[in-house]
């Protein structure tokens, strides 16, 4: 079982910036793949972004695509989401998770584990 807890979640106005972090412990990081999600109210919840095992393979959502940015440090067991040019759309949760049993995934069905969620505001 993996444990995850988020940061860095905020309100910021439309063309600002924001870091999310995801901090993850109990399985040995750099063997999973890894996953930032969101959920609108009323919507489902989607991928952003997804990342493999050892970082190398990304992938980002068409509507994040040139402004979001993943990555991981494998030696500090953590994901980030580097988000520019923020928009009200991208107003969501903001959820990290890991598929534990993939070194890489974009199926939600593979996430097993999960983080608290952060919240993300944009104004506009």
Known sequence: ???????????????G???????ASGRAFSTYAMGWFRQAP??????????SSSGG??????????RFL???????????????SLKP????VYYCAAAANYG???????YDSWGQGT???VSS
């Open 1 to 15: 079982q993996v444990q995850l807890v988020e940061s860095g979640g905020g309100l910021v106005q439309a063309g």
């Open 17 to 23: 910036s924001l870091r999310l972090s995801c901090a």
């Open 42 to 51: 009323g919507k489902e919840r989607v991928i952003v972004a997804g990342i």
């Open 57 to 66: 393979t990304t992938y980002y959502r068409e509507s994040v695509k040139g």
């Open 70 to 84: 993943m990555s991981r440090d494998n030696n500090k067991n953590t994901v980030y989401l580097q988000m520019n």
């Open 89 to 92: 759309e991208d107003t969501a």
């Open 104 to 110: 890489y995934s974009l199926a939600i069905r593979d």
């Open 119 to 121: 919240q993300v505001t």
